[in-house]
């Protein structure tokens, strides 16, 4: 099976030897870039990843010859095996795609490697966006610094990686002012995540707001569920009538959660 037939093909109906084609496509230096970023993309599926992929996934973010957009693309590709591995912390080996020293490989090396001022901007805001999915002490300051930095780019890095990282609630509140609409939006994934109380009027109002947008919408949706449980159904009862399905189902699903 060739790369374009993967595109279109959903993960769970792809062939055993899927992951075999996407390493192929993405360690080819002959290859077309847009190809090896499809690659890169594509290689983080929970289908397909395994110490292979994940390793060759980590030659690529390493490697300094390589363009910062693949490199970039192929580190945020490790964040989620990166969750999985820290979650399950490998209690039972067969619930985590890579092995604990691949794990391991990963997080020093990307630590190394954001450590290093030479590294590009692009690709070390992508390490720590990834590697904050398997929080480790470094990450504290790295998130610290990047929040007061002055940059935005690097602001937006830091609010969305307080969402994995405690310690951050009144960065958290206050970036929830934020007139970026990026951070404002990860301020309220974060401000749901960490059940912030003192969200809970800004969430609210966002939700009853009619001219909220969308994904704003739907992260405030999911906030009033985490940040007052029992006060959910009354706020959310209405959406779930939604016209529209994603938000109704958003809805529905922060009801069930907060019930449980």
Not at 34 to 39: E, N, Q, T
Not at 121 to 130: N, P
Not at 195 to 214: C, I, M, R
Request: charge should be negative.
């Amino acid at each position: 099976m060739d790369l374009k037939t993967l595109i279109d093909t959903p993960p769970w109906d792809w062939p055993r030897d899927a992951g075999w084609t996407l390493r192929k496509v993405l360690v080819d230096h002959g290859a077309n870039e847009s190809d090896r970023l499809v690659a890169a993309e594509l290689a983080g599926d929970f289908t397909v990843i395994n110490d292979e992929l994940a390793d060759a996934l980590l030659m690529v973010v390493c490697s300094a010859d390589e363009p910062n957009q693949l490199r970039a693309r192929a580190a945020i590709s490790l964040g989620p095996v990166l969750e999985q591995a820290d979650t399950d912390v490998f209690e039972d080996p067969d619930d985590v795609p890579i092995t604990e020293p691949t794990f391991r490989n990963i997080q020093d090396s990307m630590k190394k490697l954001y450590l290093d001022n030479s590294t590009p901007k692009e690709v070390r805001r992508r390490i720590l966006e990834a590697s904050v999915r398997a929080p480790e002490t470094w990450h504290q300051d790295a998130i610290k610094n990047a929040y007061s930095s002055g940059d935005k780019e690097w602001t937006l890095t830091a609010v969305f990686s307080m969402r994995w990282v405690r310690g951050f609630d009144d960065q958290i509140l206050l970036a929830l002012k934020s007139d970026d609409p990026e951070i404002h939006l990860e301020a309220v994934i974060a401000a749901g995540n960490w059940e912030l109380d003192a969200a809970w009027s800004h969430v609210v109002k966002l939700v009853n707001d009619a001219h909220t947008p969308k994904p704003l919408l739907l992260a405030a949706i999911s906030a009033v569920g985490g940040i007052r449980p029992a006060e959910a159904g009354e706020i959310l009862v209405d959406l779930a009538d939604s016209d529209d399905e994603e938000i109704a189902e958003a809805a529905d699903e922060a009801m069930a959660e907060a019930e449980i």
